[in-house]
């Protein structure tokens, strides 16, 4: 499987994005998916996660009640809704794949696949 992130951009404080993650060779409904951001000069940080199978979904403090993940398993893709976003949210979102289990999920290394990713710059 191979993911692509796309869907980001420039942003005024406030606004809305939806990021969208492709897979391509496989099919992204047999993987936890992962959302992460990398903003300059700072560490990778985990944003938004879905669990295969069940489904259940996990949120950076920082993002909880703005962001919304969902998976679209006809377009093969699982979508981050990102709203009223904030400068503090301007970074690289990368979309990892994987197996992690409940102590991995929030982390880089739970996660074997990675898309290229997406910039997101919200302005003030």
């Known amino acids: 499987v191979q993911l692509q992130a796309s869907g980001g951009g420039l942003v005024q404080v406030g606004g809305s994005l939806r990021l969208s993650c492709a897979a391509s060779?496989?099919?992204?409904?047999?993987?936890?998916v992962g959302w992460f951001r990398q903003a300059p000069g700072k560490e990778r940080e985990f944003v938004s996660a879905i669990r295969r199978s069940i489904g259940s979904k996990y949120y950076t403090e920082s993002v909880k009640g703005r962001f919304i993940i969902s998976r679209d398993n006809a377009k093969n893709t699982v979508d981050l809704q990102m709203n009223t976003l904030k400068p503090e949210d301007t970074a690289v979102y990368f979309c990892a794949a994987g197996f992690p289990i409940t102590s991995t999920i929030q982390r880089s290394n739970g996660y074997r696949i990675w898309g290229q990713g997406t910039l997101v710059t919200v302005s003030s």
């Open positions: 060779g496989g099919t992204l409904s047999g993987y936890s």
